[in-house]
């Protein structure tokens, strides 16, 4: 629907559509920009993919365009990262959410945490609510280089065995200074998450024109 806002830096008013698409489950809806000269523009193809369009000049600097991301896109950019946040849901259903360490093993995601008396508030959280949210982003001065990937799906905790031993091999190699092994006093459980839905944004991409998916 045709929607008007009111630009007080110019005194001008504009007009701008938008539009919501239902794709897997999920209402997408591009935001509406504030700016002169600017349209968003979105729609949906064959295969239930949402595009999204943004085109025109910012306050008199020139265009912009900005990305969504494919699966393959968001991924790379996650193997990369060195830090994510983590969300889970405490007994009082509040939002819990730490910065940690991480690896993504084919579509598992994996967190060590530290030894103790018990474990760690965010395995602790999963007993009642197994529900997971994991955000890796980056933010830049340089706006272009700014982007985020949202990841969700089922937590449990592995404190034994081959996988909890496998993913603590894997977290030293992404990261050099991580020393615990299985069976230290400071080796305690892994967060695995069975990812089921990702989704990502960018403000620009290295190549070519690329889609928002949500898995």
Not at 173 to 178: A, R
């Amino acid at each position: 629907q045709p929607t008007q806002f009111f630009d007080s830096r110019w005194g001008r008013r504009h007009e701008t559509r938008t539009s919501v698409g239902r794709v897997r489950g999920e209402d997408y809806k591009p935001c509406i920009f504030h700016l002169s000269n600017l349209s968003v523009t979105s729609a949906i193809d064959a295969r239930g993919i949402i595009r999204l369009g943004v085109v025109g000049a910012i306050a008199g600097r020139g265009s912009c365009r900005i990305m969504a991301m494919d699966r393959v896109d968001m991924r790379q950019r996650v193997v990369d990262a060195r830090v994510a946040r983590v969300g889970t849901v405490d007994e009082h259903g509040r939002a819990h959410v730490v910065p940690v360490i991480f690896l993504l093993e084919e579509n598992t995601w994996y967190s060590p945490s530290d030894a103790g008396k018990r474990p760690a508030k965010r395995l602790r959280n999963l007993i009642t609510d197994p529900r997971v949210t994991i955000l890796v982003d980056v933010y830049d001065e340089e706006w272009s280089r700014v982007w985020w990937v949202r990841m969700r799906g089922i937590g449990r905790s592995v404190d034994a065995g081959a996988e909890h031993e496998r993913a603590y091999r894997l977290l030293h190699e992404k990261y050099p200074q991580f020393t615990a092994v299985p069976g230290d006093e400071a080796a305690g459980p892994t967060m695995a998450v069975a990812l089921q839905e990702w989704s990502g944004w960018a403000y620009s991409s290295s190549g070519s024109s690329v889609d928002a998916e949500t898995f």
